[in-house]
């Protein structure tokens, strides 16, 4: 199992969520769509050969974000990753894959 993180606009937010979900992720025995989430502040500075979706290239930004937190087998994770990627708005989304261990 893993926990997937990732960083997204409020406008993105359930586009993320319902694509991550469709590919399989968010199960907890017998529940499915199990996330969590809280708000943030997110920070960038975008190089030139950058395209961003928010703010400048050069310009240093501060983007009010969400923080999503789930589960993904590990079988479904290159999938999960593949949707999460195709619904944010981000030209690179900032995710991470941290692996679970059971007791």
Known sequence: MLKLVWFVPAEALDVTRDA????????????????WYTA?????LAGEAADPAVGSVGT??????????TVVADERADAVVAALRGAHPYEEPAFDLYPLRAP
């Open 20 to 35: 991550v979900f469709a590919a399989g992720a968010g199960v907890i025995g017998d529940y499915e769509r199990c996330s």
């Open 40 to 44: 943030g502040t997110g920070t960038f």
């Open 60 to 69: 240093e930004e501060r983007v009010p974000e969400y923080r999503v937190e």
